[in-house]
């Protein structure tokens, strides 16, 4: 994606699609996050990334519901909006992604597994096509891993959001 924020911060391009998306960080019970890898259909020259769960909000939808919603399409994990509780991060970023300029604002939610088995059998038909695997990450290996991951300081979002209060709301099992 260097080349696409180099043309973005560039002023190039100057006109954008507003989205709003909800995340999720799905820690299982070793402390291990859930990212899937995939890659820019309309760019796939661009290379691969690391990336959560999630999408971007239907009408009418909460980022809580999105965050529901988006887990069970992409894992085959259906937790409640009270399971996700609030927010524990919230960002704006802006990207290309299958030849749409996206502003996003995004929030993100903290879900504790003891463990899951990832089912992908809800991926959209843009998933299927640009998503090739999933993996879970220590944020020891976030930190010190030369592949690229979105957010770019997700290793410190999910050190803090594990040190929060929302590691209170207790464990979920699975």
């Not at 899937?36 to 809580?64: H, I, K, N, S, V």
């Not at 290996?141 to 991951?149: I, M, P, S």
């Amino acid at each position: 994606m260097g080349v696409v924020v180099g043309v973005w911060q560039s002023g190039a391009v100057t006109v954008y699609t507003p989205r709003r998306a909800a995340r999720v960080l799905l820690v299982d019970g070793r402390g291990r996050l859930l990212l899937f890898r995939g890659f820019d259909p309309a760019r796939p020259e661009g290379g691969r990334w690391w990336f959560t769960p999630g999408g971007g909000l239907d009408p009418g939808e909460t980022y809580a519901e999105c965050a529901a919603r988006e887990l069970a399409e992409e894992t085959g994990l259906r937790l409640t909006v009270a399971e996700l509780g609030e927010p524990v991060h919230a960002d704006v970023t802006e990207f290309a992604f299958d030849g749409v300029w996206y502003r996003q604002e995004q929030q993100f939610f903290l879900a504790r597994v003891a463990a899951h088995e990832v089912d992908t059998a809800g991926f959209s038909e843009v998933e299927r096509g640009s998503v090739d695997g999933h993996r879970w990450w220590s944020v020891q290996e976030l930190a010190t891993t030369g592949e690229r991951y979105y957010p770019t300081d997700l290793a410190a979002v999910l050190a803090e959001a594990l040190a929060g209060p929302a590691q209170q709301k207790g464990g979920l099992a699975c």
